[in-house]
């Protein structure tokens, strides 16, 4: 009796042992069809990409280009393509206005319009750091003694002015000045803002111009040479030297000087 309870446990075991097989050759075929299903497609994937490597290549070269070309179109836009002001955003959005100790700077917006009085260094566009030849277009109107215009201003202090009484324009070049000085046998370098002011060229007669009227002024800098434009007729043509090859634009009117702008557009050439 014993004997046959042993036989019978065995044959037991066989079929548990059975099915446990079975189950893992069960798992082993899925898995095996898993990876031949991955292998096949890699395969075919990679066929495919072997024998459609040129267009690949081509489509990946045009959307770089294409990248490219949306980052300089951007970098153009900000830099090269000139500016046109608005006047009915707030004015620290698009200038930079300069300060000096105890002084009331007058920068105001008035009916799509810039007043400009009180301002020793003037104020410049934020934007233009990088323009180089173009035409500075705006109309202005005094209102009282003078109308000052900035050209290729390299920062708030180093640019080209044009100051403008409806009779003369006379050149002013603000810079700064380097200088070494001796103080206890130490030598020190000072440095301070210094105007440079070249004669005036007088506005021919028919072009002058009284305080409450409307000009159109056009100014042209091209390299170190510079012409002015009242209304479309030529009223100044020098070349300043001195003057930065590229800055940004803007306008200048000191202590009682006033002046109105408008129409304010830089067009790059």
Not at 46 to 60: C, P, R, S, V
Not at 102 to 125: K, R
């Amino acid at each position: 009796m014993d004997r046959f309870k042993t036989i019978w446990n065995f044959i037991k075991e066989i079929y548990v042992l059975k099915d446990t097989i079975l189950g893992i050759s069960g798992l082993s075929a899925i898995f095996i069809s898993i990876a031949s299903f991955i292998s096949d497609f890699g395969l075919k994937y990679f066929i495919f990409i072997k024998n459609h490597i040129q267009a690949f290549l081509y489509a990946g070269f045009g959307l770089l280009s294409l990248s490219l070309f949306l980052n300089v179109l951007k970098l153009r836009n900000k830099m090269f393509l000139g500016y046109k002001a608005n006047l009915k955003e707030p004015l620290d959005q698009n200038w930079e206005i300069m300060q000096i100790p105890n002084e009331h700077t007058e920068w105001e917006l008035d009916n799509n319009e810039l007043i400009v009085s009180h301002s020793h260094y003037g104020g410049i566009t934020k934007k233009g750091s990088f323009w180089e030849d173009y035409d500075f277009c705006f109309s202005t109107k005094i209102i009282n003694k003078q109308t000052s215009w900035i050209v290729r201003a390299k920062d708030p202090f180093d640019y080209m002015m044009f100051q403008c009484n409806g009779k003369t324009i006379v050149p002013h070049r603000l810079h700064e000045l380097v200088t070494v000085v001796k103080n206890n046998g130490q030598e020190i370098t000072e440095k301070k803002l210094k105007w440079d002011i070249t004669e005036g060229i007088p506005i021919p007669d028919k072009k002058q111009f009284n305080n409450n009227e409307w000009v159109k002024i056009k100014i042209s800098v091209r390299g170190h040479k510079v012409k002015i434009f009242s209304d479309n007729t030529e009223v100044y043509h020098k070349t300043h030297t001195s003057m930065n090859l590229y800055g940004r634009v803007g306008f200048r009117n000191c202590t009682e000087e006033c002046a109105r702008f408008r129409d304010i557009k830089v067009i790059i050439k």
